[in-house]
């Protein structure tokens, strides 16, 4: 069964707006939510990460906001620019192993 | 600094045959981790490994098998392959079984099984 499960499949935004991007977990174990970025023909990469005792994390232009109780939590990305065009994938684990992914969600931000 | 370094990057195969998807990390990590990708499916765990000599099972185990011989190194084995294992394959590190450390992932393996 999916452990992770992300929407929406795909997301087409014009430079500036602010997509985001959803997650839902069923494990109230994991303790660790990262998201990655996936360029074509690259591995992914880390791109920021939250733990469960924190409601939002920041990191430049890139937001996590979690909600504990709803067991959900998702990726906003401020001022999207071209270069932001990627997969992302959500995930989460418990003591950063055995980490589940979502299924991934292709951004593209037009100029 | 080379991180995760996976050979070959591209293979085809056919039906039946066996292959090694090479990976090797200098970061000194002590967990290791192979993934396979399929379309539209995110990411499944097949075998990870938590040191040298100790590897076990993911998600989707059947049909490769592992082996961790040394810290740095961590070949996948495909034996008699199908076309169900067409993906693209990661392999991913890192540092510790612990709070605040996210994986490093190499570029992939692209494998086509005809």
């Known amino acids: 069964q999916q452990q992770v499960k992300q929407s929406p499949q795909s997301l087409i935004v014009q430079k500036g707006g602010i997509p985001i991007i959803n997650c839902a977990y069923e494990n109230t174990a994991f303790d660790y939510f990262p998201w990655y970025q996936q360029f074509p023909g690259k591995g992914p990469a880390l791109l920021i990460a939250?733990?469960?005792?924190?409601s939002e994390k920041k990191e430049g232009r890139f937001t996590i906001s979690f909600n504990k109780s709803a067991k959900q939590f998702s990726l906003h990305i401020m001022d999207s620019q071209p270069g932001d065009s990627a997969t992302y994938f959500c995930?989460?684990?418990?003591?950063?192993?055995?980490?589940?992914f979502g299924a991934g969600t292709r951004l593209t931000v037009k100029p | 600094n080379a991180g995760v370094t996976q050979t070959p990057k591209f293979r085809i195969l056919k039906i039946g045959q066996s292959m090694t998807l090479q990976c090797t990390q200098d970061?000194?990590?002590?967990?290791m981790y192979w993934y396979r990708q399929d379309p539209g499916m995110g990411l499944k765990l097949i075998y990870y490994?938590?040191?040298?000599?100790?590897?076990d099972k993911g998600e989707v185990p059947n049909g490769y098998n592992v082996s961790r011989s040394t810290t740095e190194d961590f070949p996948l084995r495909l034996e008699l392959a199908a076309p169900s294992q067409t993906s693209v394959y990661f392999c991913?590190?890192?540092?510790?079984?612990?709070?605040?450390?996210?994986?490093?992932f190499g570029s992939g393996t692209r494998l086509t099984v005809v």
């Open positions: 970061m000194n990590h002590n967990y």
């Open positions: 490994s938590v040191g040298a000599g100790i590897t």
């Open positions: 991913a590190s890192t540092n510790l079984r612990g709070r605040g450390h996210g994986y490093t």
């Open positions: 995930a989460a684990s418990m003591n950063n192993n055995d980490m589940r």
């Open positions: 939250i733990r469960p005792d924190v």
